[in-house]
């Protein structure tokens, strides 16, 4: 099968993961702390880069397959990969934002949805049952288990609540490069499906739309929108898989940081 092409993190490498992982969440955490009525999304990502210069960082999307801007910020219908632009954010939008950082050559992947100010019953419930559903994909990345079994956990909670995962984008192992393998979707796919591993690093993702699971990608090549025009919520965090407890590489850790 291909669980050679799968690579385990120790050592130095581990390490420098934890280290990745922990500038991307603080970054992450900086940039949801900026974000307030009136902003343009290009402010907000000059913004990121700036704060991943701070922490000697560098955006590990920027340049990805002529990927044009420091992160991905999506507002309401769009899901992943929105472009920054000279929209204002509103009062009542709810805002995905997706930070890749390359850290002494390694990466930290992590997103959240947010509301700017506040927001609507339907939104907040939304991004409610997507973080859920990411934590519940986290608490199932365990070694013994198979990605199925992340995958069915985040399946199982959202569709349980009425919303829909996404089945174009998926979750995926992470380390010197952005995306490695196993792939992670957040819905049972029946394909291969592998055992998870201590020492495996994974970018889990979900993609939650109020509608349908339908989505499309606009002229600009990138950004990806609901097809039903509805909501929707995106949450990530890169983990370890270990013997016991998966370990949340991108919450921000400020011990690490020190001095940065
Ligand atoms: N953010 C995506 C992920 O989490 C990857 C974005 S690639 C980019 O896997 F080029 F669109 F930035
Ligand atoms: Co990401
Ligand atoms: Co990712």
Same mark, same amino acid.
């Given at each position: ?7 385990? !993190? =120790?050592? @130095?490498?581990?390490? /420098?993961?934890?280290? &990745? $992982? ?8 900086? +940039? ?99 973080? !859920? =559903?990411? @934590?519940?994909?986290? /608490?199932?990345?365990? &070694? $013994? ?8 956990? +985040? ?106």
């Amino acid at each position: 099968m291909f669980v050679e092409k799968i690579i385990l !993190k =120790s050592g @130095a490498d581990l390490e /420098a993961m934890r280290l &990745a $992982g922990a500038v991307a969440g603080k970054v992450l955490a900086e +940039i949801l702390g900026f974000i307030r009525p009136g902003v343009t999304t290009n402010q907000v990502d000059r913004f990121a880069g700036e704060r991943m210069a701070a922490h000697g960082a560098k955006s590990a999307f920027l340049g990805y397959r002529k990927y044009p801007c420091q992160t991905c910020i999506s507002v309401n219908e769009e899901v992943v990969h929105g472009l920054a632009n000279d929209r204002e954010l509103r009062f009542g939008d709810i805002v995905s934002v997706d930070v890749g950082v390359v850290y002494r050559g390694f990466i930290g992947d992590t997103a959240w949805t947010m509301a700017v100010g506040g927001c609507g019953v339907l939104a907040q419930q939304l991004m409610d049952v997507t973080e !859920k =559903s990411l @934590a519940l994909g986290i /608490a199932a990345a365990v &070694a $013994g288990n198979r990605v199925s079994d992340i995958s069915r956990a +985040i399946q199982g909670y959202v569709e349980g609540h009425g919303f829909s995962v996404v089945r174009e984008f998926v979750g995926h192992g992470v380390g010197r490069s952005l995306h490695e393998e196993p792939q992670i979707p957040n819905f049972v796919d029946g394909k291969m499906d592998q055992k998870l591993r201590p020492g495996m690093t994974l970018a889990i993702e979900p993609m939650v739309n109020a509608g349908a699971a339908d989505v499309k990608i606009l002229k600009d090549g990138w950004t990806v929108v609901t097809r039903d025009g509805s909501l929707s919520a995106h949450f990530e965090h890169t983990v370890l898989v270990t013997g016991g407890e998966p370990e949340i590489l991108t919450w921000q850790t400020p011990s690490v940081l020190k001095g940065s």
